[in-house]
């Protein structure tokens, strides 16, 4: 990965990430720690009942919609407890890049 302007708006520094060293640190200290975000106790556990299906390739990705080329969730791919945004309710395995590019439509108003 080449380097390019952090993404802070102002700052001329170059870097291999989204920030400069000190923008990533602003950037987490926002974003609050995992437990502020919703990423607790009951969340771990739920995720840990799904993890044996999950990894054993049984599950097929919540994500509405699912951006992969197959829904199932194979086994070694990097999946997150997806959840409803409206509702905070979970909603079940996603694949990561199916959960995250949604949150990254909801940061952006998409």
Do not use: F, K
Not at 40 to 46: M, Q, S, T, V
Not at 77 to 99: I, Y
Request: contains cysteine; aromatic residues 2%.
């Amino acid at each position: 990965m080449g380097l390019r302007v952090c993404s802070e708006p102002g700052c001329p520094e170059l870097t291999e990430g989204r920030h400069c060293g000190e923008h990533a640190a602003a950037h987490e200290r926002r974003r609050g720690t995992r437990q502020q975000r919703g990423y607790d106790a009951p969340h771990d556990r739920l995720r840990e009942r799904w993890r044996p299906r999950v990894e054993a390739g049984l599950v097929d990705c919540h994500a509405d919609p699912c951006i992969e080329a197959i829904r199932r969730i194979l086994p070694g791919v990097l999946w997150d407890l997806g959840h409803d945004r409206a509702t905070g309710q979970h909603r079940g395995p996603e694949h990561r890049t199916c959960n995250r590019s949604d949150g990254g439509r909801a940061a952006h108003g998409g």
